[in-house]
Nanobody, 125 residues
Framework: QVQLVESGGGLVQTGGSLRLSCTAS????????MGWFRRTPRKEREFVAA????????YYQDVIRGRFTISRDNAKNTMYLQMNRLKPEDTAVYYC??????????????????WGQGTQVTVSS
């Protein structure tokens, strides 16, 4: 069982930045593909970004591409989501997720085995 803990959410104005972190309770973090998802009251959990276990492969949802950057530090068992030029429509609960086969990246919620509890991001207009 892998525990995932997100942090870094908060309230920010339009155009501002936040960096989310997701720390995993495993010593084999590099074996896990990781992803970020978000949920709003009007949308089911939707894919945001994903990264392969070695960090070489990344993939982004179109609406955030160019504004958000996913990365990971396997030595620290931590994944990040740097969010720049935030918009009110980015307001959501952000979740990190882990998939045990880490050779690629994955976009479907069904691909992931473990989930964090979520962290709220609110972007004011």
């Amino acid at each position: 069982q892998v525990q995932l803990v997100e942090s870094g959410g908060g309230l920010v104005q339009t155009g501002g930045s936040l960096r989310l972190s997701c720390t995993a309770s495993t010593h084999t973090f590099s074996r896990y593909a990781m992803g970020w998802f978000r949920r709003t009251p009007r949308k089911e959990r939707e894919f945001v970004a994903a990264i392969s276990g070695d960090g070489d492969g990344t993939y982004y949802q179109d609406v955030i591409r160019g504004r958000f950057t996913i990365s990971r530090d396997n030595a620290k068992n931590t994944m990040y989501l740097q969010m720049n030029r935030l918009k009110p429509e980015d307001t959501a609960v952000y979740y990190c997720a882990a998939h045990e086969a880490g050779s690629s990246w994955y976009v479907r919620t069904l691909n992931y085995d473990y989930w964090g509890q979520g962290t709220q991001v609110t972007v004011s207009s």
